[in-house]
């Protein structure tokens, strides 16, 4: 398995979870979406915590490339980090509308956060990274923590 692949897979599986969760509100059920909501906040802050912890730096140290991909990469993660708490106030506070709009214009930062990591950055850490096996066992385990 690549990074590619494997980081692949974990985008998908927040996805998932994101998918349960704003179901969840836009049928009402604000506990299940608040259930749901903390699941997928979890899943991605690992996500973000395993890139910016392990991944990026071993790319960073490996090209030179430190203002490069991975530093809009952390911008991004930034951004959607505020998103999610925004998201998350709203579903603490019981406003579904304010939570569904949130989670709309996460959702789309999601998706061009991804394709950009999945397209760009993944293939170019396998380019650079593929004599770094290690690299992937240390993310899988920090991903399968949660």
């Not at 991944?55 to 991909?69: H, I, K, Q, V």
């Amino acid at each position: 398995m690549t990074l590619q692949q494997f980081l692949q897979q974990d985008h998908r599986a927040c996805d998932d979870l994101f998918a349960v969760a704003e179901q969840a509100a836009s049928g009402g059920d604000l506990a299940l979406a608040k259930d749901g909501f903390e699941r997928f906040r979890q899943a991605v802050l690992r996500h973000f915590a395993a890139e910016e912890g392990m991944l990026f730096p071993a790319f960073e140290d490996a090209t030179g490339m430190r203002m490069g991909p991975t530093q809009v990469m952390r911008m991004e993660h930034e951004q959607m980090r505020a998103m999610m708490n925004a998201a998350a106030a709203a579903l603490a506070g019981g406003d579904r509308e304010g939570f569904l709009g949130q989670v709309d214009s996460l959702l789309i930062t999601m998706q061009q956060h991804n394709m950009k990591e999945e397209n760009v950055l993944y293939p170019m850490c396998d380019q650079h990274l593929a004599a770094a096996p290690a690299l992937l066992e240390r993310l899988q385990a920090a991903l399968r923590e949660g």
